[in-house]
């Protein structure tokens, strides 16, 4: 199986591809270990945690927005505190990504920092969040809003978690990995539109997909961890992605949208003459195999145009846009929200939806 390491600037930290989840848990986990759990994993793999969790405390959560809120930490800390958690253990997080983000948030904020360890369960988790450092919650309805970067000492990757998850999730799981593969380059994305299919159903071709998608993140994050510069080009279909998902009330999931979004930037940058066609055909046949039974054409044009002059890393009235001018060459540009822009948007929802 697969296992590297990742060079940070606040400690390196390791990945390690397991087999049998019951038997790194209970020989990676130590005296004085606190679980924090995602309860519906809690439940599903009962049988391979119970010992863990009668020989370690834990505080099981509700895998929620909301609990990943500056609220929602709350009781977590209170209740490590009022349990004799102390600096030199371990917080252990088993869970998705907002199990993620609540340890991770913790750990970084606890006693000016208490180490932590990761068991990612969902495909995102394994194939996207894992490495990169970031911790973000919520504050009130803001997403991400308040966080830094904290990354956990070992991560343990067990890709069989992928069989307990809802369609949606794993289609949400390959729709956000597919991004790196694109910015990587053309021999990666080969790999990825060869490999993906299989992936919904062969352990070990989405093994072989999720290893190279962090082993992707990982070049960015190693150069760029504070995302700065270079790792912005991972934001490639997340401008028109996240309008997507707000617009939905999150009906379509983050990965879902991310592809979506990859085929509007991709649909732009051949209005621009960046990229032919052809290019963009060859991606959206991935895209809309990833994104099927996920319409998004109930979606109000002005009030998507609206929604990416919000967008975090527009500049004046420009958005900031991530476009494509060929496999391994996604770039930033800034674009006017003008008069030919909206009738681009208007053609695509009106035309390339079918
Ligand atoms: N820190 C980062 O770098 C980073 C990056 C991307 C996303 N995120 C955050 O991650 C969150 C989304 O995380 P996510 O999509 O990984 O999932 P999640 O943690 O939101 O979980 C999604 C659902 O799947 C359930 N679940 C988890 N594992 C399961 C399993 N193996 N079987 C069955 N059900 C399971 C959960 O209980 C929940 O209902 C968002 O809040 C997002 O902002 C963080
Ligand atoms: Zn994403």
Known sequence: ???????????????????????????????????IIDNIVKDLYDEYLQDAL???????????EKTKSYQGVESVIEELIQNGFRKNHRLVAIGGGITQDVT????????????????????????????????????GRFKNQVGGFYPPSYIYIFPPFKDTLKEKEIRSGMGEMLHYFIVSGKEDFDFYRDT???????????????NKSLEIKKRYI??????????????????????????????????????????????????????PSEVRDEIREVTSYIWEGYPIDDIDIDTYINALSKDKKNVGMQLGLILNKGYGNIFKNLTDSDKTFREWIEEYFLNELK
């Open 222 to 275: 190693e150069i760029d961890e504070f995302d700065k510069k270079e790792r912005q080009v991972f934001n490639y279909g997340h401008t028109f992605g996240h309008a997507i998902e707000s617009l939905t009330q999150y009906r379509i999931p983050h990965g879902i949208a991310v592809s979506y979004g990859m085929d509007m930037s991709n649909f732009v940058s051949v209005k621009m003459g960046l990229i």
């Open 54 to 64: 009668d020989t370690h405390k834990f505080i099981g959560i509700d895998a929620n």
């Open 104 to 139: 991770a948030f913790i750990s970084s904020i606890m006693y000016r920092g208490v180490n932590w360890i990761f068991y990612p369960t969902t495909m995102l988790a394994q194939g996207d969040s894992c490495i990169g450092s970031k911790t973000s919650i919520n504050f």
């Open 196 to 210: 993906f299919k299989a992936a919904f159903t062969e352990k070990d071709a989405l093994s072989g997909i999720i």
């Open 1 to 35: 199986m697969y296992n590297f390491k990742v060079t940070s600037i606040i400690h390196d930290y390791e990945v390690h591809f397991i087999d049998s989840l019951k038997q790194s848990i209970d020989s990676v986990l130590m005296e004085g270990d606190y679980i």
